[in-house]
């Protein structure tokens, strides 16, 4: 939708008047020479003038506003289905923007054109038919076959598109696909997310957005129909830099949580008040009052499930290893990441791989029996 052009004011069409026989133009006059009813005319006319003008400006005013905003409720499209990517998606919806979606495993877009999504073949389908659009995948080389691949994205994108990552990817290639997309005239801002399953379906995740600043109110327009905290954290990469970071620790603290769990119950204490111990004490964290691992502590949580569903340990290595990789390039020392990475990563070589990363307390359990 092309910006409107300016308008001077000084170019505002001047209404001319008549009251009696004196003929009168819309600016601050003297009344001075009126008497009786003209003048009392002339105030009601100047009073109704003053409103059009008012209304007026606040039109203008709300020209000049970024069309990409004015652009509320227009199509949107989404590439990336899976976990996270489904009840991002249903949340567009449920705001009344119309989805174009596609994924590589069509099963998966099957709940969501039941909905109302309009379902393509390919992400370069999507980009020829809307000009925001919104993508959630596994990994780094996805993201890049999404982006420039024979059927991606900047196979048909349209100048003055947004195109908005989020998924969790090295930060290298954010400023990758950012720069591959400006030479295309579109616009790639870098929004992974926190919060898991539970909040994307709630609509409750926090975006972590890095890229042009003047693009940011854009993309928090529809960020915040699917999250509860959109926060700029500036050029493109620093959302991928601050996603890295929160999982590091996130791993971290899970880990931490599991080994505090399990040994208070070979000590004899019942999970569940432990946890509640835990949770009114310093120790507490997200993983102890909101993620527990601990099955039969927590309700709707994916230890409850058998540790089905939510953040998979595959994910989580894929992260710690991002992690890994950006310690190295700025030389941080991160020796408790470096743990965690190795501990996901023999839980995946161990039977974990498909399951939530909250099922490091069944490994460490399984390790003590050992």
Not at 69 to 90: C, D, E, I, R, Y
Not at 181 to 209: Q, R, W, Y
Not at 234 to 250: E, P, R, S, W, Y
Request: aromatic content about 6%.
């Amino acid at each position: 939708m092309p910006r409107l052009p300016h308008r001077s004011l000084d170019a505002t069409p001047k209404t001319r008047y008549r009251i009696g026989s004196t003929s009168l133009i819309q600016h601050p006059i003297s009344c001075q020479c009126l008497r009786g009813r003209e003048q009392r005319s002339m105030a009601a006319v100047l009073r109704g003038s003053r409103k059009l003008w008012r209304r007026w400006s606040n039109h203008v005013g709300l020209a000049l506003v970024s069309s990409r905003s004015m652009a509320s409720k227009t199509q949107v499209g989404f590439v990336g289905l899976g976990n996270m990517g489904n009840p991002m998606a249903k949340n567009l919806l449920k705001h009344g923007y119309p989805v174009i979606a596609t994924d590589v495993f069509p099963e998966s877009c099957k709940e969501i054109q039941e909905l109302g999504a309009q379902i393509l073949d390919s992400p370069a389908e999507v980009a020829d038919k809307a000009d925001r659009i919104i993508t959630m995948l596994p990994s780094s080389p996805n993201v890049i076959e999404v982006y420039t691949g024979p059927n991606g994205i900047l196979k048909k994108v349209k100048k003055g598109s947004l195109l908005i990552d989020s998924s969790t990817i090295d930060p290298a290639v954010s400023k990758e696909m950012a720069a591959a997309a400006e030479k295309m005239g579109a616009v790639f801002m870098d929004a992974p997310v926190s919060g898991g399953v539970g909040a994307a379906s709630s609509g409750k995740l926090t975006f972590m957005v890095g890229g042009p600043e003047e693009e940011f109110p854009a993309t928090k327009e529809l960020l915040s129909c699917m999250g509860a905290n959109v926060v700029y954290c500036g050029q493109v990469g620093t959302g991928q830099a601050a996603k890295i970071c929160n999982n590091m620790l996130l791993a971290i603290g899970m880990i931490g949580t599991s080994e505090t769990m399990n040994l208070g119950i070979r000590l004899g204490l019942d999970p569940k008040l432990l946890a509640k111990i835990l949770n009114m004490s310093s120790g507490r964290c997200w993983s102890s009052d909101t993620y527990n691992p601990v099955p039969g502590v927590m309700e709707g949580v994916p230890s409850a499930n058998n540790y089905q569903g939510g953040f998979g340990t595959t994910l989580m290595a894929k992260d710690l290893g991002l992690a890994q990789n950006t310690a190295t390039n700025t030389r941080t020392p991160v020796p408790m990441g470096a743990l965690a990475h190795q501990v996901y990563r023999m839980m995946c070589a161990r039977g974990y791989a498909g399951k939530d990363f909250s099922s490091v307390f069944q490994f460490l359990r399984e390790e003590d029996s050992q």
